[in-house]
């Protein structure tokens, strides 16, 4: 099993639509975790850190839960702008180390 | 956030050949990674590039082949070394500072390399 899953989709939306990715990790006694954007040919910007409380920024929200070892993203309201892909980030245990999932594409049409 | 200036952006190379990466942040920071991605992939680590000593790597990668300095705490180096094919890919430095208690992890804008 991989340490960090991403489905890799792409996922097609329409503009205005609301679209969730999840992402699943191994590590029980990972502690910090995030979301990233990635977009094509660029380098990878934090999006938001994800609270084991849940936390919203915009229209951008992040959950965990740590008992099904999952975290996940939702977006409200899609962008065209929001086309790119998402990292799911876990930090390893006991380390500085991130641990990347393969990122899920995101595509909204017009 | 810290402002992370990698060069070069990108590169064409011969097989065989060495290539150095440069990676310089505007302000002091602890920690320092060298990442690689490969098309169409996630990102892998390839090492922390520790002030004033050696490298720590990752599985799977060694210092003969991505030998790293770390002269100061703005400042490192990754070099690709007897490049070959399987070698072109997107190399990105990091810098970890923290923000409201969590490690944060701020990424150069990579220098993709082509081995011919």
Known sequence: RKEVEQD??????PEGATVAFNCTYSNSASQSFFWYRQDCRKEPKLLMSVYSSGNEDGRFTAQLNRAS?????????SKLSDSATY????????????????GTRLKVLA | SAVISQKPS???????????????????????????????????????????????Y?????????PISRPNLTFSTLTVSNMSPEDSSIYLCSVMTQLTAKNIQYFGAGTRLSVL
């Open chain 1, 69 to 77: 070892q999952y975290i996940s993203l939702l977006i409200r309201d």
């Open chain 2, 58 to 66: 990752e599985s799977g990668f060694v210092i003969d082949k991505f």
């Open chain 1, 8 to 13: 890799p989709g792409p996922f097609n939306v």
């Open chain 2, 10 to 56: 990108r590169d064409i190379c011969q097989r065989g050949t060495s290539l150095t990466i440069q990676c310089q942040v505007d302000s002091q920071v602890t920690m320092m990674f060298w990442y690689r991605q490969q098309p169409g992939q996630s990102l892998t680590l390839i090492a922390t590039a520790n002030q004033g000593s050696e490298a720590t």
């Open chain 1, 87 to 102: 990292l799911c980030v876990v930090n390893e245990a006991g380390t500085y180390k991130y641990i990347f999932g393969t």
